[in-house]
């Protein structure tokens, strides 16, 4: 550390701080939400690198670090909430890729994509709403490889490395051959694309955007009156 950046660090150490109170706490939730909603709504409009800056926001509400308390646990909140799933939960017994929080759209002469379903679910995919711990670390997305990624691994690579609040200069092996070298599987096949064409996208982006609608639902279901101010 150099001479300039020590006395910075020197500054900020000896600064005095205030807790943030309640209210102002409340007040960063209604925030986080409202970006919650935002950049959802940018994603469903075609505009899916709002996945990066949505997975940060999910980040600062449920990522905890030694030294950085998520905004949910500075509230008290977090342990206490049910989280909804919609996830299409992997089976042991089945040896096939798991597509975990996203569908494939089909479209004859532009090939196959994933997407975020939102509320478009299957019977298959609506079940009790989990408690955190279950919901953020168990695995739900399962490639050919016999890879597996739970949510919080897709929303951290996002945010951490990603490009959500910093590009990392490597990226891990299997999450490159998920995005980038179609380690689903899956292919696409019509009279006008032809034979076997692989995925125009990666799933990890509309996976994030599911994963947001469901902290979304989430929060507006177990907190209610305290998102509207009332």
């Given at each position: 550390m150099?001479?300039?950046?020590?006395?910075?660090?020197?500054?900020?150490?000896?600064?005095?701080?205030?807790?943030?109170?309640?209210?102002?706490?409340?007040?960063?939730?209604r925030e986080q939400c409202q970006l919650l909603a935002i950049l959802g709504g940018i994603f469903d409009k075609g505009d899916v690198v709002a996945a990066l800056p949505l997975a940060t926001t999910i980040r600062v509400l449920l990522h905890d670090?030694?030294?950085?308390?998520?905004?949910?646990?500075?509230?008290?909140?977090?342990?206490?909430?049910?989280?909804?799933?919609?996830?299409?939960?992997?089976?042991?017994?089945?040896?096939?890729?798991?597509?975990?929080?996203?569908?494939?759209?089909?479209?004859m002469g532009s090939g196959s994509s994933w997407v975020a379903p939102l509320d478009n679910l299957s019977p298959g995919r609506t079940h009790p709403d989990s408690l955190f711990e279950?919901?953020?670390?168990?695995?739900?997305?399962?490639?050919?490889?016999?890879?597996?990624?739970?949510?919080?691994?897709?929303?951290?690579?996002?945010?951490?490395?990603?490009?959500?609040?910093?590009?990392?200069?490597?990226?891990?092996?299997?999450?490159?051959?998920?995005?980038?070298?179609?380690?689903?599987?899956?292919?696409?096949?019509?009279p006008i694309v032809g034979e076997g064409v692989q995925m125009i996208n990666g799933p990890i982006l509309p996976s994030v955007r599911q994963i947001g609608h469901e902290l979304q639902l989430s929060l507006e279901a177990g907190l209610g009156d305290r998102l509207s101010g009332g």
């Open positions: 150099g001479r300039a950046s020590r006395r910075k660090h020197e500054q900020r150490t000896t600064k005095a701080h205030l807790p943030r109170g309640n209210a102002d706490l409340d007040d960063r939730l670090t030694s030294a950085s308390p998520s905004l949910l646990s500075q509230l008290g909140i977090k342990s206490g909430l049910r989280y909804r799933d919609t996830a299409q939960h992997i089976n042991p017994q089945n040896l096939l890729p798991n597509p975990g929080l996203v569908i494939i759209k089909m479209q279950t919901w953020w670390t168990t695995p739900i997305t399962k490639d050919a490889n016999g890879n597996a990624w739970a949510r919080r691994e897709f929303v951290l690579y996002l945010a951490n490395k990603g490009g959500g609040a910093h590009v990392d200069p490597v990226i891990p092996e299997d999450l490159w051959a998920l995005e980038k070298d179609n380690s689903m599987g899956w292919q696409h096949s019509d």
